[in-house]
């Protein structure tokens, strides 16, 4: 990586391998994030059925219950990458982090901004980077 940084002459003076990245969150940003998603989850989940779909009906871009379950562990992730950024990258000018990937219609657009916002909160100046699997970097030597 880091020769690969020098060939394009980005002067990166350290990069650092995160390994315990599936540790769970701290309780505090755990519930920081909760707090930030909270005015725009849809608790179908304590009401019967009728009054869930009508609830999804009327509000489809609200989080719901099965999708919080479904990407709990993307979610938590977002999260402790977050604080594994912020214990090693506080004094840096710039962090370049990879953007989660979420196929389109498969996560709410709520979800994903929260994804986002917890990811980068309380960072430097961050490049959010998203690739499509694919190689297109050329170059010459």
């Not at 994030?33 to 989850?41: A, G, N, S, Y």
Request: glycine residues 2%.
């Amino acid at each position: 990586m880091q020769l690969l940084m020098k060939k394009f002459r980005i002067k990166c003076d350290d990069i650092q391998v995160i390994s315990d990245l599936n540790v769970r969150p701290s309780v505090e940003s755990w519930k920081l994030f909760q707090d930030m998603i909270e005015p725009f989850r849809l608790h179908e989940g304590s009401k019967d059925t009728t009054q869930a779909e009508a609830l999804r009906k009327e509000h489809p871009w609200k989080i719901t219950d099965h999708e919080l379950d479904t990407f709990e562990e993307k979610t938590i992730r977002q999260v402790r990458l977050n604080e594994l950024l912020q214990e090693s990258s506080r004094a840096a000018k710039l962090v370049v982090v990879s953007m989660p990937i979420a196929r389109k219609g498969s996560v709410s657009d709520y979800l994903y901004m929260a994804w986002l916002d917890s990811l980068t909160k309380n960072l430097p100046p961050t490049l959010l980077i998203r690739g499509n699997h694919q190689s297109v970097l050329t170059y010459y030597s």
